[in-house]
């Protein structure tokens, strides 16, 4: 009986050696998000895989991920939530050569730029005696856009000058010819449907513009609130200003008609060259424009009139510049004046109507309908 403990003993210190110095080893973690770019509130999967490649067990094997906070993580496990991160905890026993896959749900609630980073994985012995930790780096992202706002319904005309003006009217000027139809995507005014070309084929169908190089659009995105521009930075008019930039530029796709992007905002995970995009048309053109817009910070890289002074050093020669703001400070006035000298049409969307009454009568004027855009935080992320 004593050589059977003894020899117990001995198998056992030789095994927990064993798993100490192999406690981590063959161990591998590999992490999946299913989607890079999202919609607000478009559910998202986190796949992960955990293997013992092998012979020993694991007794002790303990998985902290470190995710980004402001998304909702359909899992119930250990939490701790920091400022601006949620760190999720699993602890496991792994078997010889076994192999576990979890797949998580999650949800964002928020537009922006979300990084999933690194992972540490902690093992102990086989007596528990002893921890060792082992760090796997990561550096995933996913982008998750802005909510398209109906300009129509959100856009007013300002001044009676302006009569019943609608958008339509500077948003779909007469294109120079059309040179065909195409199928109805849901994004098209009702007035370019072709009726006979949509008996003919069954489905509705659009016309089809070709618009000349002179005929284009510029798209200028302003998030400076006031100067200096940390002083009095408003997210829930900032992020209205990046919606409504959305529905400008999906109304362009739509008929075709090139436009360019411009802003001031910086934005995360991108070169400060990208803050100004030649105008183009075409779904992947839309898709990058919009993605930048997911990107968008609340900082700004130059003020609204640097800006404009820079887009006239591009020489970009485009026939309509379309400026939206949260409100037009008292530096704007001048410079805004002269451009509706210099352009064909220049469109100006503030938020506000601060200073509208100094805007050249010869610029087209348009306020946000109310304060019906509320930017929240879900309670679970407060």
Sequence with gaps: MAYLLLFLIIVGIILNRLSKKYTLFGVTYQREIS????????????????????????????IVERFPRGIEYKFKADQFKTVEFLYHTITMFLLPFQRIKRIYTAVAYRRGRYIFEDVSLIGGDLLGLNTFVRSIRYNQEIIVLPKSIDLERKLVPYGNYNGNLSVQRWIIDDPTMIIGVKEYTGLEPAKTIHWPSSLRAGNLMVKKFDFTLENTAMIILNVECDKPFWVDIKPDDIEECISITRGVMEKFESIGMPYGFATNSIMHGLPANRNIVYPSSGI???????????RASYSISLTLEELLLKL??????CSTYIIITP??????????????????????ISLKDENLEFISDSVLKYTGRGSEYVYTIPQDNK
């Design 284 to 294: 992947s053109h839309l898709e990058s424009l919009l993605e930048c817009l997911g």
């Design 35 to 62: 989607k890079k770019i999202l919609e607000i509130g478009e559910d998202f999967h986190i796949t992960t895989v955990i293997e013992n490649r092998k012979l020993l067990p694991v007794t002790f094997l303990q």
């Design 312 to 317: 006239n050093r591009h020489d970009i020669n």
């Design 327 to 348: 409100k037009v400070l008292d530096s704007y006035i001048e410079y805004i004046n002269s451009l509706a000298s210099e352009l064909q049409e220049v469109i100006l």
